[in-house]
Nanobody, 125 residues
Framework: QVELVESGGGMAQAGDSLRLSCAAS????????FGWFRQAPGKEREFVAA????????DYSPSVRGRFTISRDNAKNTVYLQMDSLNPEDTAAYYC??????????????????WGQGTQVTVSS
């Protein structure tokens, strides 16, 4: 069982930066890959970024590659999503998820066994 708690969301203006955090507890952190997903009102949940258990593999959606950076601190049991050059299209609820297939990354939401409650990011123009 893994519990995930996201934080760091909020209001931003276009061009600003935000850093989301996902604190994990309840299991061996390094044995999980993690992903960030987002869901805007009226839209399906979409993949944003993922990182493998050891942190050596990262994957990004084309819409955020070059602007967002996923990282993890295995000593702090925390995953981060650094979001730079935000634009209004990034407005969504952002969710952290854990996948026990820790050696690889995965873009499919159905692959992830555990989810956080989400944190809202709102970007104004």
């Amino acid at each position: 069982q893994v519990e995930l708690v996201e934080s760091g969301g909020g209001m931003a203006q276009a061009g600003d930066s935000l850093r989301l955090s996902c604190a994990a507890s309840g299991s061996t952190f390094i044995e999980y890959a993690f992903g960030w997903f987002r869901q805007a009102p009226g839209k399906e949940r979409e993949f944003v970024a993922a990182i493998s258990g050891g942190g050596m593999i990262q994957d990004y959606s084309p819409s955020v590659r070059g602007r967002f950076t996923i990282s993890r601190d295995n000593a702090k049991n925390t995953v981060y999503l650094q979001m730079d050059s935000l634009n209004p299209e990034d407005t969504a609820a952002y969710y952290c998820a854990a996948d026990s297939t820790w050696r690889v990354t995965n873009r499919r939401a159905s692959q992830y066994e555990y989810w956080g409650q989400g944190t809202q990011v709102t970007v104004s123009s």
